[in-house]
């Protein structure tokens, strides 16, 4: 009874701030209110007075669109970020209640969602983490990781792709301690999900391998969610999917109705609605006094198990200090003073490879001073070369602390669990290859790590028609461009060794922001003399220049394989006597970002001949050689051939940047 | 016995063009012999003479490195664009065997493959086409369109998102036409799919809808496919999911091993293989006279089943002239002359709408005057504003013959449809639609429509950060400058009616390049005078200037829902005395592709004053504003809030633009 109050005032406020925003989607807020309730009152364990407690229970709303259930739980269980004054700036421009739910805007919000199906990734993630540090960390005696991820789907997440892959990948993970609510409301944007889901998706589910339970009638029987939640807790080998019928809307004239997705209610069914829960002469935005003593109860639970957790804690550190060490150390973000110093160098004598070669090295490296380094590529490992070789693969129950991920060929989950990782917020670092060109099928994720600030490592290879044999469909053309594009990511493309060492120097550092590093399959020519990973920081530097006082006739600028290429032809043309700067622009964004000053002293603005070359897009150089110059790029699709014959057709040789190069000195 | 010794010269030919070539992937090729034999010698219906013939049974390669089995197999039944020369050229530069298979270089391909999981979207959407065809023209007396869709996937294209997507669609729409061979070879690049596998897949393709065969010893025992494939044949009601247990690289000694999937072989190992079939003396590329007498006996029949194919369709004229007329029409690509009248004109008297109500107009109007235009939404046919009104959904058994698709919130897979549709090579037009942001989703299958020349219309709407409230996961940012970088794709961004008109002018008529439309979801502030439909073609143009002998003292460049603010900046700078030119850049692609002259005529380089205004990336704008011009654009991620308000936070409005313009004239 007093849940079925409380729920009826959750509904109320979700009403209530829809109304006022003029926006929003109520539709499966409404639906859903006993489960957000129940989850937030009864079920999970948290601290609102510490949102980022270790050991909370993670919730993922990845039927994003849903999130006012998300804001109204959240401040009826004592979280600070959503005030009711919050609830009352739904959608407006800088509240703390956007349009979908946004970690870095809202604390008691895990990770961003509203791009369908990501979320289920994302807690596939978060279940994941936990998953490995408990088989790291715990002890018989002293369990220390120990918490569950829930997650709330709907309809469209079910349909998505990226879900699909993410829920194989749990059931091959055995991730028991995940439980995905899927929110069976029968109804889409569009009208009954029968127009295009006719699919038995809990057979679908279990063919996968999980634990299915459903639950019929939330509404008159909250006790069989409740059940079926704590069935889904004891589960040892399996994920569990609860299937809930719901009602979207639910309440409201619109129930059960496409129209209860999105937008407002008339004056008319409002009235009804608050008739219905004898809710007339309540003020909007009412809260009656129960709802927040509940939520007190709630919240001194919550002080009491983070305190409970901390004593184990301690217990932990006393008797397994050196497990402990490292256990702090990852909660602190998992990176230890001097961590860098692991990174090889190479010199100029070294044996040259290819830039995933390089890569290769300095990712196991890394893995021994990094506790947290873990991940692993879409069923292209060895090709990668994004494998932890002192390391296990992460199996259940084999060897969960494995830091090796198997995705298989799943490059759209694999980012979004990658995310999910990051987000956990426990010290891991997660990496996540595949070849450039697929970066194609995990673009939305890849914008999500941007968007959430997790600090997701993608190591893509095969960066360019330098991949050869494969072909256009293999070949990368455009997506620097379209990579380079989003904001915050950064985009790297060393250029030998020591910028390969300096990109994950920058990646690492940077725990808030994703990196990307794009790597040759082919070898290179030669380690540069003048390239350095410290350099790399700057995004933009001067490898090699003839010239004095700052005053070269002409500037090639160059990343990745070319960059040797446009050393070479530097080389033939000061042999001609001529001035030549060669700069490599080994990540745009880091460059932009610096002081014009120094931009002004790599690209002196008077410098008006200048060659960029990179076997991608041309598409932003122009940017950087100004109007006069000269962009080697590629403008059409790759072709299937030999490495040579490719870089040739396509104008990647020394012949034919020199060329081009005195084609603007003789002008 | 005479199907076995085939085989082995299929196995022989595989093995002695990857030796050739240093490159190329055996493994699945070598696995499935068996299976690609006898689905081009006894069950698929085409005529080696006439690739393009219509009611040929369609073949997808969906694992498409495995093109090495497809390359033999059309060169043994009679294909003329694979010769034994070009088996020896595999993977070399300029050859029509590339290493994936592409339809624009090889005939016989029917789509381009490569991209794991791409091939069962486009295999459902062949198979749609022919079922909706089917239910269009087909009478009882007279069946003109009557084929099957074969499609062969592997372990990774099973894992992919997109084929599961598709698979549910396959199902959803009861295309029993469609016949999915699933290559379980237990076996992918990183090794057993243990690794990353271990889902039911049989059941979790029943769940789906599937009728399912298993194929269990197709070596010793080629019946079983046969007797599949035959009751596979028989189903009315449900597409057939075959799973033929295989071993990769069967025949060496790599078989059944991670090892066999791509590369050479040993010297030694080719030895052996030959040796096991009988095979020592042969030179490299030897062809048995067997083979080609058996493949000879095939041509004739396909001869034969083409010439049957003319009669029907001669009786079907003369009986039903009507229908016959208007499939004719789209056996001639279905545009009739004149279609382009169809598109509706705007004053600017009239009320004014967001470009996504004006693409509705388009649309529907177009629908009328193209009998192929077919197409839908991701679920947001609403919001689209992607519905044909005048006509049914595609639903089996009760309107197959409808023209709206409904795909559920499936982008991925929507895009992988809509280019088997195109690629049916029926007259088809498909549009696919949704949100400008889910191009994210969707990007690898809108890069194949380019690179397979599949001239799929894509409707993109919600732009910008105009869309407002539902927030930054949803508002496009870097979309735009993502898909320009795509070669051969249209991207358009109309500014009012006239220019969306343009836009839908351009992409229907241009059937082997596909477009993509970038729609507003707000409301513009006025159709205007400068703009025309015809302009759009050259993809940018003078809308407005109130200079005289092309001299501006500046211009304004904007696209789609900026237009107009550059419109009211102009007229305000004018009433100051400016001589200002507004320049609509609504196709870059067509623009760059212009004349120099007629370039120099729109973008004099005399005049360094320019300011681009776009709700997107400013990557890539330089090109166009020079060095000293300004670029308004939106380098972060977009915020929830209303509309004018987020346009506001980030500079559209016209006094922004105003205010850069004077900083640009008063410097």
Known sequence: MVDRR?????????????????????????GMAEVGYHLYRHVMRFNPENPKWFNRDRFVLSAGHGCLLQYVCLHLAGFSSVQIEDLKHLCKLGSRTPGHPENVVTEGIEVTTGPLGQGVANAVGLALAEAHLAARFNKPDAVIVDHYTYCIMGDGCAMEGISHEAASLAAHWKLNKLILIYDDNHTTIDGDTTLAFSEDISARF????????????????????????????????RPTFIKVKTLIGKLSRKEGTPKAHHGTFDADDVKEMRKKVNWED?????????????????RQYGEKIEKDWYSALSYYQSKYPQEAVEFKTLLNGGLLSGWENALPEWSTYDLVDATRGYSEKCLNNLAKVLPGLIGGSADLASSNKAYLHDYEDFITPTSPWGRNIRYGVREHSMAGISNGIALHGSGLIPFAATFLIFSDYMKNSIRLSALSHAGVIYIMTHDSIGLGEDGPTHQPVEQLAGLRAIPRLLVFRPGDGNETAGAYRVAVANRDTPSLIALSRQKLTANLEGTSASAVERGGYIVSDNSEANMPEIILIGTGSELCLCEGSAMKLREEG???????????????RQPRDYKELVLPSRVTKRVSVEAGSPQGWRQYVGAEGVVIGVGEFGASGAYLDTFKKFGFTEENITRMAKSLLYN
């Not at 729920?7 to 499966?28: F, S, T």
């Not at 391998?209 to 080998?237: C, P, Q």
């Not at 309540?282 to 709630?298: A, D, G, K, L, N």
């Not at 001529?578 to 932009?592: A, E, G, I, N, Q």
């Open 578 to 592: 001529r001035r030549v700067r060669v700069v490599s622009l080994v990540c745009w964004l880091l460059f932009d």
């Open 206 to 237: 279990k063919a996968l391998g999980w634990n299915i339970i459903t639950v019929d009638d939330i509404y008159n029987n909250i006790g069989s969610f409740k059940r079926a939640v704590l069935s889904a807790s004891t589960e040892t080998g």
């Open 282 to 298: 309540r003020e909007p935005f009412h809260v009656i006094p129960m709802v927040y003593r509940e939520m007190q109860i709630r």
């Open 6 to 30: 409380c729920v009826d005032n959750v509904r109320m406020l979700i009403v209530d701030a829809v109304q006022q925003a003029k926006a929003g989607h109520p539709g499966m807020a409404l």
